[in-house]
């Protein structure tokens, strides 16, 4: 996952830098700067797994 796809899967959830970055247990200025693509993405897969999971919860309320 790129910085930008982060920034488009977390934008469609409605969420913000922070809430992200709450759920991965990481702080919202290392998040953003990530997204920003300053650095590399180094918890790829933890933040995919954040995307499906919000993805499933959205998709079980509706």
Do not use: C, N
């Not at 934008?11 to 990530?34: D, E, G, H």
């Not at 993405?41 to 998709?59: G, S």
Request: charged share 30%.
């Amino acid at each position: 996952m790129t910085s930008e796809e982060a920034r488009r899967t977390r934008r469609r959830a409605k969420l913000t830098q922070a809430q992200v970055a709450a759920a991965l247990k990481i702080s919202t200025f290392s998040y953003r700067r990530w997204e920003a693509g300053q650095v590399p993405l180094p918890y790829e897969r933890t933040i995919l797994d954040v995307f499906e999971a919000i993805d499933t919860l959205k998709a079980h309320d509706q």
